[in-house]
């Protein structure tokens, strides 16, 4: 769940990024997340330096092209799971150059939520 949610909170982000919106609101980040979920994921991305909180709500930290989903792989494995490191790597890799820049283009048709 943490690297799906990581990466929907994070598409709503680039999105707004390639917009021109600036920093969205807590509120929106959390539709169809929820608000638990979305608040300790942003934590988490927050602290790997992915994106930054300021007074109106959260923006990226880089450019959408900057931020490739294989950083988001292991920032949700669990501790102690040193077993999963062949398959981490396996995912990486598959992922390859992936960014969010294209998944923001990808998903430039998603209706956008109403306040």
């Known amino acids: 769940m ?26 929106e980040l959390v539709i169809g997340v929820g608000l638990d979920a979305a608040r300790a994921i942003l934590r988490i991305l927050e602290d ?4 930054v ?14 931020v490739f989903l294989k950083e988001l792989v292991s920032l949700f494995v669990p501790p102690g799971q040193e077993n999963l490191e062949g398959l981490i790597s396996r995912i990486e890799i598959s992922l390859g ?9 990808e998903t430039s048709s998603f209706p956008s939520p109403t306040p």
């Open 97 to 105: 150059e992936t960014s969010l820049m294209n998944i923001a283009n």
């Open 2 to 27: 943490g690297f799906l949610t990581s990466a929907v909170l994070l598409s709503k982000l680039a999105r707004g990024f390639l917009d021109g919106r600036g920093p969205l609101p807590e509120k």
């Open 53 to 66: 909180e300021t007074e109106k709500g959260y923006i990226l930290a880089k450019p959408p092209e900057r």
């Open 48 to 51: 790997a330096g992915l994106v």
